[in-house]
């Protein structure tokens, strides 16, 4: 069975902090895919990264990065001088290989609130 | 970029009464799936729809659910009576290989059983 943990239910920062997103995730699966999805108030789920268990390099997007560790299976995500814009709802997710292509296990989510 | 376009944004039904939620997948996609989200829940998988046949359903989708490729373009959810608890946000997407590539979500059908 897969699971993805969000022990983060809300975060509360001020525009400019760095703020990081934790993700936990379990698999037997040695093939997986993990992934970042972003849901804004207008609740559409926007694709933000997606990370195979062969990759451990870290990765960059801007003020996005993502720290992938398989030693302790997290998922992080750091959003560098957070801005007003990036308030929304984030979504850790996985998917194991073979059979079950496409089908994500998401994590609850953690409400980020960016104030002014 | 591409846009997976899901119709209604909005549907109220009364409990019993059947619906059928919409979605018109990225033209060159082969894989369909549905996800819902219950208010403030996680966002669930349904059901994933390749070569015209489903390919893997989870404990949700039981004799209730139904879907459908009518045509080369629409994916369909039938809920056939719905129940109080079907209210939610179904969320359609589609993907264009089986290398676990992205996954393009719809923005959504929020269905509210009355």
């Known amino acids: 069975a897969q699971k993805v943990t969000q022990a983060q239910t809300e975060i509360s920062v001020v525009e400019k902090e760095d703020v990081t997103l934790d993700c936990v995730y379990e698999?037997?699966?040695?093939?997986?895919?993990l992934f970042w999805y972003k849901q804004p108030p207008s609740g559409e789920l926007v694709f933000l990264i997606r990370r195979n268990s062969f990759d451990e390099q870290n990765e960059i997007s801007g003020r996005y990065s993502w720290n992938f560790q398989k030693s302790t299976s997290s998922f992080n995500f750091t959003i560098t001088a957070s801005q007003v814009v990036d308030s929304a709802v984030y979504f850790c997710a996985l998917n194991a290989g073979g059979t079950s292509y496409g089908k994500l296990t998401f994590g609850q989510g953690t409400i980020l609130t960016v104030h002014p | 970029e591409p846009e997976v376009t899901q119709t209604p944004s909005h549907q109220v039904t009364q409990m019993g009464q059947e619906v059928i939620l919409r979605c018109v997948p990225i033209?060159?996609?082969?894989?369909f799936y549905w996800y819902r989200q219950i208010l403030g829940q996680k966002v669930e998988f349904l059901v994933s729809?390749?070569?015209?046949?489903?390919?893997?359903k989870s404990e949700i989708f039981d004799d209730q659910f139904s879907v459908e490729r009518p045509d080369g373009s629409n994916f369909t959810l039938k809920i056939r009576s719905t129940k109080l608890e079907d209210s939610a946000m179904y969320f359609c997407?589609?993907?264009?290989?089986?290398?676990?590539?992205?996954?393009?979500f719809g923005s959504g059908t929020q269905l509210s059983v009355l």
């Open positions: 729809f390749y070569n015209n046949e489903i390919s893997e």
């Open positions: 997407a589609s993907g264009g290989s089986r290398t676990n590539e992205k996954l393009f």
């Open positions: 033209s060159n996609h082969l894989y």
């Open positions: 698999t037997r699966d040695t093939t997986y895919y």
